[in-house]
């Protein structure tokens, strides 16, 4: 019990004295996942917008694809991004693996499908309520896509914040192809991670205190522009 406490207490004592250590972590570990994060928004909800309002062949079996893609098992992710990108794979030549860049790749991977299947219902219920307007203005299903993705946009606010919670808090993956390198690819979980097999827990715990405020400030402050968007534009 006292030795918890003393853990405890060191830990505090390293987010208040905000060692430059602990600051390079963090920042890369929110360089990494806002990164992945955007890229797989701006892959994912217009693919999900385009499962809700299209019709084609093979347009089931890919939303059930999706959905299942959702619980990717990161190390498989991991395994596969760096099979791509080993010196012997077909992105080898590039030099990508062990880099910030490998793990954005990986995280993206990740949260794609969820960011897709989301919004797909997010826009579903936008379409079942504006489909008939849209379709006596003549609205190609493209467009229309568009237009409720844009209808959508403070709905899909939440399906962001799904999405980077769950490129934050990956472990697998990014030490995979990252190789927990440290000063290089070193983020908050791997650090974690590493540190509690080797016992150091004060800097272990100090990263998950830091970890948790992270995620919950930047979906309190989401939740407020969300707020304010919504008095202002309607």
């Known amino acids: 019990m006292n030795e918890l406490a003393g853990s405890i207490s060191l830990a505090l004592g390293l987010i208040a004295g905000g060692e430059s250590r602990l600051a390079g972590i963090v920042l890369l570990s929110l360089q990494v996942s806002l990164g992945a994060t955007l890229v797989a928004c701006a892959l994912g909800m217009p693919l999900g917008a385009l499962l809700s309002v299209g019709r ?17 098992p990161p190390v498989v992710v991991g395994l596969l991004v760096y099979l ?28 794609t499908p969820i960011i897709a299947a989301l919004t797909r219902q997010v826009v579903d219920d936008e379409w079942r309520e504006q489909r008939e307007q849209l379709r006596s203005l003549g609205a190609s299903r493209l467009r229309a896509a ?18 980077f919670g769950r490129a934050i808090a990956e472990v697998g993956a990014v030490m995979i192809v990252g190789g927990n390198i440290d000063g ?7 650090t974690i ?9 004060p800097l272990a715990l100090a990263l998950g205190a830091i970890l948790i ?19 202002r534009w309607g």
Do not use: C, H
């Open 184 to 190: 290089v690819t070193r983020v908050m979980t791997t």
């Open 84 to 111: 791509l990108l080993s010196r012997a794979g077909p992105l080898g030549q590039f030099g990508l693996l062990f880099t910030p860049t490998a793990m954005v790749i990986a995280q993206t991977v990740l949260v």
């Open 193 to 201: 991670a590493l540190e509690t097999s080797k016992g150091d827990l």
């Open 56 to 72: 084609f062949p093979g347009r089931r079996l890919l939303i059930v694809l999706f959905n299942g893609l959702m619980g990717l």
């Open 146 to 163: 568009r237009t409720l993705l844009w209808n959508a946009r403070f709905s899909l606010t939440t399906t962001a914040l799904a999405g």
């Open 213 to 231: 405020g992270v995620v919950l400030t930047i979906n309190a402050g989401a939740y407020q522009l969300r707020q304010w968007a919504e008095r």
